[in-house]
């Protein structure tokens, strides 16, 4: 694990859910887990009442960013997000959506000022915040937006699951399985796998990522008898992306691309929709497996779970894939945030 000079910055999440808790478990184990240093935008005392609900002994310390690195080994530091927040897990409340929010801007300000290496987000209940009147469909394309403030845009993010045995990216997110064919286009195909090419150079360090693509419909449309997608939209597309120098094959059933001897040919799945390469990768390594937004100018990580709310403040959560997102968030910070190998 490298040592990072800037602490990373971990945001609320919902506060009715399980993300409290695991922040909370992942301080109180930062040595066993071999944590690198972080603090917590969102309200203090949320975050106190939370740790006596669950029985754990964590100090917490109010700390401006720059503080955080030398307060995180006697104590958990929170940077206040300014709003107060009830201790009421498993009663989610869209009064609390701007809290949320708040705590999601401050963080990626923080990167953009150079107060933090990376953000990291803890889970967030999409209908609250629906609610409250919140018009993007999730965390990922929320962080498209502010990574405008950036410049030299504009950014398009891509969501990557990554796990220890298995990598995927999907091309549609979060739409109805019945909007995909229609939203799957060949120039959508190429921005995907363009940018997963790119940040699998940049950020994990290979020098020709090897990009295993799915069909969409079963057995990659049989050609074309069970849909015509997989002829008309997805092969040529890759046929573009490898004239282009890339090293894609494909398209595949994905029925047949996870098992084991399948995952030792490929470092990356690009897949048609959420569920059918989300599926896999949770299914192996579901406590391990990290989401990260590529595309971004800035590190952004998350855990790949939900907010839990039948199980939030009652010690049932399980903090390993934070834990495995404050790593990843860690190794993924740019170069200079990086004061070599401990």
């Known amino acids: 694990m490298a040592d990072i000079r800037l602490p990373l910055a971990v945001t609320s999440g919902?506060?009715?859910?399980?993300?409290?808790?695991?922040?909370?478990?992942?301080?109180?184990?930062?040595?066993?887990?071999?944590?690198?240093?972080?603090?917590?935008?969102?309200?203090?005392?949320?975050?106190?009442?939370?740790?006596?609900?669950?029985?754990?002994?964590?100090?917490?310390?109010e700390v401006a960013p720059e503080d955080a690195c030398e307060a995180f080994s006697s104590a958990l530091p929170v940077v206040s997000a300014g709003q107060s927040v009830a201790d009421l897990p498993g009663t989610p409340d869209?009064?609390?959506a701007a809290a949320v929010i708040a705590s999601i801007d401050a963080c990626v300000a923080d990167v953009r000022e150079g107060r933090a290496a990376a953000v990291v987000t803890n889970p967030i209940a999409k209908k609250t915040l629906?609610?409250?009147?919140?018009r993007h469909p999730g965390?990922?394309?929320?962080?498209?937006?502010?990574?405008?403030q950036f410049g030299a845009g504009p950014h398009t993010p891509v969501m990557l699951l990554?796990?220890?045995?298995?990598?995927?990216?999907?091309?549609?997110?979060?739409?109805?399985?019945?909007?995909?064919?229609?939203?799957?286009?060949?120039?959508?195909?190429?921005?995907?796998?363009r940018i997963v090419d790119r940040d699998f150079r940049q950020r994990f360090g290979l020098s020709r990522p090897r990009i295993a693509v799915t069909g969409l419909n079963p057995h990659a449309g049989e050609g074309g008898s069970m849909g015509r997608e997989d002829i008309d939209v997805i092969a040529p597309a890759l046929e573009q992306l490898r004239n282009e120098g890339m090293d894609v094959s494909g398209p595949w059933p994905a029925d047949t691309l996870f098992h084991p001897e399948a995952r030792k040919t490929y470092d990356c799945v690009l897949g048609m929709y959420h569920d059918?390469?989300?599926?896999?990768?949770?299914?192996?390594?579901?406590?391990?497996?990290?989401?990260?937004?590529?595309?971004?100018?800035?590190?952004?990580?998350?855990?790949?779970?939900?907010?839990?709310?039948?199980?939030?403040?009652?010690?049932?959560?399980?903090?390993?894939?934070?834990?495995?997102?404050?790593?990843?968030?860690?190794?993924?910070?740019?170069?200079?945030?990086?004061?070599?190998?401990?």
């Open 130 to 134: 629906y609610d409250a009147g919140f």
């Open 94 to 96: 869209s009064a609390t």
């Open 276 to 342: 059918q390469v989300l599926i896999p990768v949770k299914t192996i390594a579901f406590d391990d497996t990290v989401n990260v937004t590529l595309g971004l100018p800035f590190v952004r990580t998350s855990p790949d779970h939900g907010t839990a709310f039948d199980i939030a403040g009652t010690g049932k959560a399980r903090p390993q894939s934070l834990a495995a997102a404050l790593r990843m968030a860690a190794v993924l910070a740019e170069p200079e945030h990086l004061a070599g190998e401990s």
């Open 14 to 61: 919902e506060p009715a859910g399980i993300g409290p808790d695991v922040t909370l478990q992942c301080w109180a184990e930062r040595s066993l887990m071999v944590l690198p240093p972080f603090y917590v935008r969102t309200d203090p005392d949320l975050l106190r009442s939370r740790a006596a609900r669950l029985g754990l002994d964590v100090p917490i310390i």
């Open 162 to 193: 990554a796990g220890p045995e298995l990598m995927v990216v999907p091309v549609t997110v979060h739409i109805p399985l019945s909007a995909v064919p229609a939203a799957l286009t060949v120039d959508l195909i190429l921005e995907t796998a």
């Open 139 to 148: 965390h990922t394309e929320y962080l498209g937006e502010l990574a405008a």
